[in-house]
């Protein structure tokens, strides 16, 4: 058939379908509309298919030709057409933001923190390849996004979205959905270089200038962010157990604070003694939160969780070392560097809180258990005993000696006797 002899049969309003020629058909099955088919064989089968875009005469003649030959060929071959697209259809990742959610969804949901890769995701990666296919994604797409974070003097965190990129591309070539990992041939010299353990500790003396410069510094530095800091120095627990708790889960009239399994980084819930001086930090926060289930509640409508966010101390501690933009776009004063403290972070806070204890002749073991430690070696194995009144002991003595700095009271303490390395 040609084209004049095609519209003829399409004016006659006749039903059914006609041979074009070479397996090519022109079918109409409803009054008006006409499209192409494709009859081939393969595999011993015969198979039937409508090119994409195969409506007529939106598609011609000549290209609905071409497009037979294209399946007559693929047929010849040993591949069949229909089959293949029929499984193109059913593939569902196509983006990076497709892989992450698979990925998340079956491995990643897995881990002790599945939060971590999401955040390092969507905050570092899906800005620079979110929205890209996965087979789009080269190695020079790795390199600005592990560079990027290094550049935001954050190395450690540029080792971990290295880590998190090579993951969710090993995850691709599990799929099959490209023959090669592009993250694969980075190390951490390539992005925040070879870690060292930090070993940054604070002195009576610095923490009472900390203190000063932060009870000047609000509303900037917001009273709920100072007592997060006086409970994370003298309780020695991590920032996100702190900022993820519940009312629920504490008993002031014990004075106990039951951390369950689920959100402890050792995956074993433990019972923390709070002090006369904590009490009194907590109560202050359950008048703030006014009602909320959360001890550290979300402050932004919206908030994807009811507690703050795991970067709102980090922020807040570092506007104060000028490394954050103020509303004008200009860098935050460094007040804590002008008031002499050199930079430290709020996880710096738990070693102090350790460091602490050791000066005030705290039991190493007991010390160990105090920042939920796991007791190494043998001892670990055989040594269950959680040294609830021992900690009790301990960590009202820290209170005890850092808390008339918290509150502001004068002449309190004298810090000239007492030494931390």
Request: net charge positive.
């Amino acid at each position: 058939m040609n084209d004049k002899q095609i519209k003829a049969f399409l004016k006659s309003k006749e039903l059914g379908r006609k041979a074009v020629g070479d397996g090519l058909y022109i079918r109409v099955q409803t009054e008006g509309v006409a499209y192409w088919e494709v009859r081939y064989s393969v595999n011993g089968k015969r198979r039937s298919m409508v090119p994409n875009g195969g409506i007529y005469p939106a598609m011609s003649l000549v290209e609905a030709k071409a497009e037979a030959a294209k399946i007559k060929l693929l047929a010849k071959q040993g591949v069949d057409p229909l089959a293949e697209r029929e499984r193109q259809q059913e593939e569902t990742i196509k983006t990076v933001n497709d892989l992450f959610e698979d990925w998340y969804q079956t491995t990643a949901v897995r881990l002790k923190h599945p939060e971590i890769p999401q955040r390092m995701y969507t905050k570092d990666i899906k800005p620079t390849i979110g929205q890209l296919k996965v087979e789009d994604v080269n190695a020079r797409d790795i390199r600005a996004i592990i560079h990027k974070v290094a550049k935001s003097n954050r190395p450690t965190v540029a080792n971990k979205t290295l880590l998190c990129c090579k993951q969710l591309f090993n995850h691709a070539c599990k799929l099959d959905l490209i023959s090669g990992n592009p993250a694969a041939a980075f190390k951490p010299v390539d992005a925040g270089g070879i870690e060292k353990s930090r070993s940054r500790a604070l002195s009576l003396n610095e923490i009472a200038t900390v203190f000063t410069v932060l009870r000047e510094s609000k509303p900037s530095f917001s009273h709920e962010n100072y007592l997060a800091v006086a409970l994370l120095l003298c309780l020695g627990v991590r920032k996100g157990e702190l900022i993820a708790a519940k009312w629920s889960e504490f008993d002031f009239d014990e004075q106990l604070w039951h951390m369950p399994e689920e959100r402890s980084k050792t995956g074993v819930g433990i019972t923390i003694p709070l002090s006369d001086f904590a009490i009194e930090w907590f109560k202050e926060l359950r008048v703030i939160a006014c009602g909320a289930e959360y001890v550290f509640p979300a402050r932004k409508i919206g908030k994807r969780r009811g507690y703050i966010s795991n970067d709102t101390l980090n922020h807040a501690l570092a506007k104060l070392f000028g490394q954050k933009l103020d509303s004008h776009g200009q860098t935050t004063e460094n007040v804590l560097g002008k008031a002499g403290i050199s930079h430290f972070t709020v996880h710096d806070l738990r070693r102090s809180c350790r460091t602490l204890l050791a000066s005030l002749k705290v039991a190493p073991h007991i010390a160990e258990r105090c920042l939920n430690h796991k007791l190494k070696g043998i001892e670990g194995t055989y040594n269950q005993h959680d040294y609830l009144e021992e900690r009790r002991e301990a960590l009202g003595k820290l209170a005890a000696l850092v808390s008339p700095i918290v509150n502001n009271q004068a002449n309190v303490v004298s810090f000239t006797n007492i030494k931390i390395s």
